[in-house]
Nanobody, 122 residues
Framework: QVQLVESGGGRVQPGGSLRLFCVGS????????MSWYRQAPGKERELVAY????????GYADSVKGRFTISRDNLKNTVYLEMNSLKPEDTAVYYC???????????????WGQGTQVTVSS
């Protein structure tokens, strides 16, 4: 059974940084596409960043390019999201997602973590 546990959220001032963690279990982590989504109040859940493998180039939403970095450690079954230059509009619940390699990133499928709240406010 796939399990994903996120941590690292919190409150930060605009311009600040946070690092999110997601530890996976119950599946072959290195084979799976790992990604981060977020959902702000009243908005649909959106893809923020994804990593198809440790050697492939990651992908980012335009709104976070140059500020967020996704990385993964397959030995630790962990995917990270480094968030810099945070803005109030980054406020959302952030979710970790894991999907088998045959699923395209254009659809929201796979397994989800419980979410971690990120609040950017002065």
């Amino acid at each position: 059974q796939v399990q994903l546990v996120e941590s690292g959220g919190g409150r930060v001032q605009p311009g600040g940084s946070l690092r999110l963690f997601c530890v996976g279990s119950g599946f072959t982590f290195s084979n799976y596409k790992m990604s981060w989504y977020r959902q702000a109040p009243g908005k649909e859940r959106e893809l923020v960043a994804y990593s198809t493998s440790a050697s492939s180039s990651p992908g980012y939403a335009d709104s976070v390019k140059g500020r967020f970095t996704i990385s993964r450690d397959n030995l630790k079954n962990t995917v990270y999201l480094e968030m810099n230059s945070l803005k109030p509009e980054d406020t959302a619940v952030y979710y970790c997602n894991a999907r088998p390699p045959y699923f395209d990133m254009s659809v929201q499928v796979g397994s989800w973590g419980q979410g971690t709240q990120v609040t950017v406010s002065s």
